[in-house]
C-alpha cells in the first residue's frame, strides 16, 4: 500500500481522533548545546512519547524568569546525559582526568534542578542526569572514577548491557523491575560521590560506584547512571514510571486550582521584628510568600507567640524586644504583619472570615489570618479579649508551655486544676465576640473544663494522637470523641516528636496520624496546623512549599475531593463560621 504523504490527511485523521484523545503529560528534557546528541537525544523523546507523554526540549537559558515560566508548563523534568559538570560549582579546581565541560549547561540546568525541585515537580536525571542532580541539591560528583574495577565506558553497542547493579529492596528501581540485579549499559568516567541531604543511594555497581539515587524525602525524583533510553523495552519502565508522576503532578495541581488550601497554625512572625523579608524566598523561614506559591498553600493562620515565664521570671526578659508586657508584644508582632501584607499587597491580604478567604483566592492572592498562642497576651484583662477580636485576631491559644491565669497546660503544675475562674470569663467573652477557642496546648482537665463552657465548637489548632505518639500534648482517644461530639476539629501537626517517639518522623507518620483521628472522629473533624517556625516540620514537609506533596499523599490513597477539601480547611472553617455568625445574633 503506497503510504499517504498528504498533509490534510494526517491532520484529518488527527481531528477524527482529538474528540478522545486523553491528556498526556508534558515532560521538559533539557537540551544538549553545541554537542552531537544523534540518537541519544532521539532516545529521550521516543521514550518519552512511547511512555504516554509529551516530550518538549528545555533550551539552556541561565535566565531564572524564562526557566520559571517555562517549568510553569511541564508536568514533570528529564535531565539528560551530555559533558562534564565544571567542577568549580561544588568548590574544586580541575583534576587532569576531566572531561570536555559545556559552559552553555551548565548554570541553566542547575538552576532549573532547583527550581523544579523547589516546586516538587518529578524529575528523573539520566547519566550527567544524575549528576546535575547531585550537584545540585548537596550532593557531590566525583571528577573521575578513583581505580575503577569494573570498565564504565563500554565499546559495545549503545543499547548492549555490559554490566550490572545491585538495587536497593526499598526503592523506585525494585519496585519498577522486580529484581534485586539489573543489567545496564554504562558510558561515564565521573560519577557521584555524595548523595547529599535531599537523595540517598538506591543501586551500585560490583565496584561501589553509585549508579542510582532517590529522594530521601518521599519526593518523585530519581537518577540513574545509565542510559535507559537506549535500553529499548528494558529501558521502558523508567520513562513510564517519570510520566506517571508527571500525570499525579497535573491532578493535584488542578485540585489545587479549585480546593482552598488553610494551615491553621504557624508561628513565621517571631522572626518578623528580625528583618526578615517575606517577599523573598528565605531559608531562614519555612513559611514565606515564594514558598506559599511553590506548595499551592492559599492561606495560613500566623500567630503571635509568647512564651510563658517560668517562676520568677517576667515576660519582657524572655522575648528581645523593647515592649512594655505581653500585650504590647502581640501588637509589635502584628503591625509586623499588617506592614509584610501592605508590602506585598498585589500577592497577599489580611483575611477575618472564611469568604475573606475564598474572595482573595478568586483574585490569585494568598492569604493571611491571625492568631495568638497564650492567652497570656491578655495580660489579665478581660477587656483585651475585645481589643484583639478588633484587630481581626480568629482564635486565641489558651495556653502554652506552663500554667498561666487562663488555665492549667498539658506541660504545667496543675495550678488552678483546669481552667480559671478568669479563663471562664475569657471563654464566654471569646464566645460572644466571635473568637474560636484553641486548646492546644492545655491539660487534659482544662481541655473537658473548656469544652463544656464554650458554647460554641473549640479547636485544637495543632495536635496530634496520643495514641500513636503517647506525648501530653497530643489529644487521647476519649478528647478527640468529646471534641467530635461538640462539633470540633483537631489539626494534625508536623511536630517531630508530636508524631512518634524513637527515629525521624515523616509525612507518612502525619499521614497515621491523620487516619487515625478520622477513623476515630470522623472526616469532618480534622485537618492541618503545621506549626511550621516553631519546630514543626518533617521529612516530606519541612516548610510550605512542600505542602503539595500533602495533596499528593492524599489523591494517592484515594480520599475523594470533597473529602481532601474538607482536611484542608474546610472542617476548620465551618467552625470559624459557625463561631463568627453565633457572636453577630
Request: overall charge negative.
Amino acid at each position: 500500500m503506497m503510504q499517504r504523504f498528504s498533509l490534510d490527511h494526517h491532520l484529518a485523521a488527527t481531528y477524527a481522533r482529538f474528540p478522545e484523545a486523553g491528556y498526556r503529560p508534558v515532560i521538559g528534557i533539557t537540551g544538549n548545546y553545541g554537542e552531537q546528541t544523534c540518537k541519544l537525544g532521539e532516545g529521550y523523546y521516543k521514550q518519552v512519547l512511547r511512555a504516554g507523554g509529551t516530550p518538549i526540549i528545555l533550551p539552556p537559558l541561565a535566565d531564572q524568569e524564562a526557566i520559571i515560566n517555562m517549568l510553569a508548563h511541564v508536568d514533570g523534568l528529564l535531565l539528560s546525559g551530555g559533558a562534564d559538570i565544571n567542577p568549580l560549582f561544588q568548590g574544586e579546581e580541575p583534576q587532569p582526568r576531566l572531561g570536555g565541560i559545556n559552559s552553555e549547561r551548565d548554570l541553566p540546568e542547575l538552576l532549573t534542578t532547583r527550581l523544579a525541585f523547589n516546586r516538587q515537580l518529578p524529575i528523573l536525571g539520566i547519566c550527567r542526569g544524575i549528576q546535575t542532580l547531585a550537584t545540585a541539591l548537596g550532593g557531590k560528583v566525583a571528577q573521575d572514577i578513583p581505580d575503577p574495577a569494573i570498565k564504565h565506558s563500554q565499546d559495545a553497542s549503545r543499547s548492549e548491557p555490559t554490566h550490572s547493579v545491585e538495587l536497593e529492596p526499598d526503592s523506585i528501581l525494585f519496585d519498577l523491575y522486580k529484581e534485586e540485579r539489573l543489567a545496564v549499559n554504562s558510558f561515564h568516567h565521573q560519577a557521584v560521590c555524595e548523595a547529599g541531604p535531599h537523595l540517598r543511594v538506591v543501586a551500585q555497581a560490583r565496584d561501589g560506584v553509585i549508579e542510582a539515587v532517590e529522594s530521601s524525602e518521599v519526593k518523585p525524583i530519581l537518577g540513574v547512571q545509565w542510559h535507559p533510553e537506549c535500553m529499548g523495552d528494558d529501558g521502558l519502565p523508567l520513562f513510564q514510571w517519570l510520566v506517571g508522576e508527571a500525570c499525579r503532578f497535573r491532578e493535584t495541581q488542578r485540585l489545587h486550582d479549585r480546593v482552598l488550601t488553610l494551615d491553621t497554625h504557624c508561628d513565621t512572625p517571631m522572626f518578623f521584628p528580625q528583618g526578615v523579608d517575606f517577599g523573598q524566598r528565605d531559608d531562614r523561614i519555612l513559611v514565606d510568600l515564594h514558598k506559599m506559591t511553590e506548595g499551592r498553600l492559599d492561606a495560613t493562620i500566623m500567630v503571635a507567640y509568647l512564651p510563658q515565664p517560668k517562676m520568677g521570671e517576667t515576660f519582657t526578659s524572655k522575648v528581645a524586644f523593647d515592649v512594655k508586657g505581653p500585650k504590647e508584644y502581640a501588637d509589635l508582632i502584628f503591625d509586623k504583619i499588617e506592614k509584610i501584607v501592605d508590602q506585598n499587597s498585589h500577592y497577599i491580604a489580611l483575611a477575618r472570615t472564611p469568604g475573606d478567604l475564598y474572595e482573595n483566592k478568586r483574585h490569585g492572592r494568598k492569604s493571611i489570618m491571625i492568631g495568638i498562642e497564650n492567652g497570656l497576651a491578655l495580660n489579665g484583662q478581660l477587656q483585651n479579649v475585645r481589643h484583639f477580636a478588633e484587630r481581626g485576631v480568629v482564635y486565641i491559644t489558651l495556653c502554652h508551655n506552663g500554667d498561666n491565669d487562663l488555665c492549667d497546660s498539658a506541660r504545667g503544675c496543675n495550678t488552678h486544676q483546669g481552667v480559671s475562674r478568669f479563663g471562664e470569663q475569657v471563654i464566654r467573652e471569646m464566645n460572644r465576640l466571635g473568637l474560636m477557642v484553641d486548646l492546644s496546648h492545655a491539660a487534659e482537665k482544662s481541655f473537658y473544663d473548656a469544652l463544656q463552657i464554650s458554647q460554641t465548637p473549640i479547636v485544637c489548632s495543632h495536635s496530634s494522637c496520643r495514641a500513636l505518639c503517647d506525648h501530653p500534648r497530643n489529644l487521647t482517644d476519649d478528647q478527640m470523641r468529646a471534641l467530635a461530639r461538640k462539633g470540633g476539629v483537631m489539626q494534625v501537626t508536623l511536630y517531630p516528636g508530636f508524631l512518634r517517639k524513637e527515629g525521624e518522623a515523616t509525612i507518612h507518620d502525619a499521614l497515621l496520624h491523620l487516619e487515625h483521628a478520622i477513623e476515630v472522629m470522623g472526616i469532618d473533624h480534622v485537618g492541618l496546623g503545621t506549626d511550621f517556625d516553631g519546630d514543626g516540620g518533617i521529612s516530606g514537609l519541612a516548610n510550605a512549599s512542600e505542602l503539595i506533596l500533602f495533596t499528593r499523599q492524599l489523591l494517592a490513597r484515594r480520599y475523594s475531593e470533597r473529602d481532601i477539601q474538607k482536611i484542608w480547611g474546610g472542617n476548620f472553617l465551618r467552625v470559624m463560621g459557625l463561631v463568627q455568625r453565633v457572636a453577630e445574633q
